[in-house]
């Protein structure tokens, strides 16, 4: 339980500017430590082998011919790892079920996906460990597949795993199914609503599983000793989840292993589970080295993320002046091979923007024969609210009325219940509105083949578990140490926090991020929670400390410690016979030893009180009528922000959750081939935009502070990725006068709506 | 005396038709004891999947959270993120 502490009585002297960042010169330098980068004495090589079958039964795995190759040290198969049935959920990340983890990390009786890890070996060379895999003996009875999400759903379909059984339903069906969990959220009576509407639009809309796309791959170093102790460095977002599950999937107490954080090169979800960490855990307690895995960018594809493709039904009814009263809408999400699809997210952000009185969402989550998805910024909601901020385009279209006026009409606002259940409070979506209609880009003329598109985008944040310790050194400055890997600027915003408590210049403060064994747990930097969560930890122990310095001051002069004050940095007597008189933290630092020791803090909590975000974008396009090419000529993005702690961290999240938002809508997509292999794993074949695919991309903050962060921050890292699908494809539509409800709006697809004119 | 409501399908098969409830629980943790008492296994299903709202403020794992007299409590499943 964490309760909100007094905002600074003072103006705020480091919160809001823009300093360097700590962790810029390293990563410009190529001196930062990412997961590839660690080499020990004795390391060993480990490779994984993957199914080449989307859908087939394991028979045998022989591994003595690699096992008796000279520089082989260690091959493990799904044999060699516990039996894990516990159901225990895997937290909110992901979903899904540890079993459900252990069985993905290693295929046991089933390889589920192509690219799905079969067997794995560790040897003295990269080349000695191929040539290993090349010798193990693979028995496989290839099984039917279904990747399709409507196809897997189908009552004659290849069924998965045959002790599934849709959850979610009223009665347990008697008949197994891939339908994992079916979802459904409802309020009013739909049918009166559609009754009274003088306007009804229905489309279905389709959406492909898209990569996270994080530009370094999975990669860890992994030695588990003789006596039992194991040691992690590893690129994750979270070094206790990958503590935690490694723990789980090998049957190992939580205490035996060390997990050090590497700097991490993007996770955007993707890295909120484990892949290679237990299995090089495994080969290194046979091998008794230390052992180095490194996926391959076809691995990353084939056997890591992505997130879910999915088909939609939306139905939308409205009043002559805007108003939605009734919304209909179906959702059916891919999870790849196992459970946690991000569709339960989804059913809940769908309608989050607007006050509707009468609506059902239902959803399905899928499984398939496809790589198990994992968390993608707003997991599920960027895919809903491309069907409904394009079905509320359609519906603004149909009535005549401006996109930003029938956004107004029905956004949700203080007080108003949101359609996943409680009431907002302090949320800043009209404000954000506002100010993309106001944006100067506005005033932009289209000219020939380019529009202009609109779309909403809403999400949680949330707060959670987190521990932060601040440490003053003796020469007064400070050291930042907290349990969340900076993937997106939270060191930044830790040092200036704390350094905004302290009343220190920002670089007289160092950010680290600990490791498993030097500070408290932390849950994984997600959710947009860090921040948020972190930073209320970071500022509670600076407070601590503030509180410490004054008593020790108090001590000094040998008067009442209400007589001292914390003002810039020092302690200043207010009264008394020392009035006036000020001691710096540095002076108090250096004389800690005769005040009571170290000076020093550390604080464990449970932040509750993340504020919802709200996002307006506004994308302008020009589309080429003769190859389907479509140029984003200018890309305006408002966010309630809460309180920007670093300006540009923002706006650097705002900017990369639109660049990942417009790959999605122009260009991302899994393709197979019809044997459900995976025909695009490269970056040359899965197309992401890269710089000069994108304009500047303008950013417009919004500041509604949320009153339970003491600074009044809230989450900003993952809602501008949920309105650019459909921003750009309303501005497509606007270009060339067609909706198009497939993405991606690749070039053939773009051609074909308009040669279908 | 709270009034509560169960959003999703994550729990509902426990509590048969009904979606809210009306609580004695001055916490969190009193209000899913209840709950377990009426519909077994609700407790536990919301204990481990839910987050619970309050007066519009989402808390996740906070079951000494208090209710105040009258509080909106919102059951809705558990949050992540990317």
Known sequence: MTDTLERPANALNVVGTRPVRPDGADKVTGRATYGADLTMAGMLTGRILRSPHPHARIVSIDTRKAKALAGVKAVVTGADFPSVDSDEAMGGEGGGSIRDLARNVIARDKALYDGHAVAAVAATSPEIAEEALSLISVKYEVLPHVIDVEAAMAPDAPVLHADMFTAGLPTKPDKASNIAQAHESKRGDIAAGFASADVIVEDRYVTAATHQGYIEPHACVASLSADGQGMVWCSSQGQFMVRTYCAKVLGMEASDIRVIPAEIGGGFGGKTTVYLEPIALALSRIAGAPVKMVMTRDEVFRASGPTSGSVMEVKLGATKDGKIVAADVVLKFQAGAFPGSPVGAAVMTTLACYDIPNFRIVGYDVVGNSPKVAAYRAPGAPIAAFAVESAVDELADKLGLDPFKIREVNAVRDGVQASYGPTYRNIGYVETLEAARKHPNLLAKLGPNQGRGVAAGFWFNIGGESTASVNINDDGTAVVASGNPDIGGSRASMAMMAAEVLGLPVEKVRPIVADTASIGYSMLTGGSRTTFATGMAVTQAAQKIVEDLKRRAAQTWDVPVEQVEWMDGSAVCIDGAKRGQALSLADLAAKSGNTGGPIGAQVSLNAQGAGPGFGVHVCDVEVDPETGHVTVLRYTAAQDVGKAIHPSYVEGQIQGGVAQGVGWALNEEYIFDSAGRMENSGFLDYRMPVASDLPMIDTAMVEVPNPRHPFGAKGVGEVPIVPPLAAVANAVRDAIGKRITTLPLSPPRIRAAIDAK | ?82
Do not use: N, W
Not at chain 2, 39 to 44: A, R, S
Not at chain 2, 65 to 81: F, N, S, W
């Open chain 2, 1 to 82: 005396m709270p009034h509560v409501v169960l959003m999703g399908s994550d729990c509902a098969a426990f509590a048969g038709e009904t979606r809210a409830f009306d609580v004695e629980g001055a916490t969190v943790r009193r209000m899913i004891a209840e709950l377990e008492a009426r519909y077994p296994g609700l407790g536990d299903c919301i204990e481990r999947r839910m987050s619970v709202a309050i007066d519009g403020e989402i808390h996740q794992d906070a079951l000494g959270e208090a209710l105040p007299e009258g509080a909106e409590v919102v059951l809705i499943p558990k949050i992540g993120g990317g």
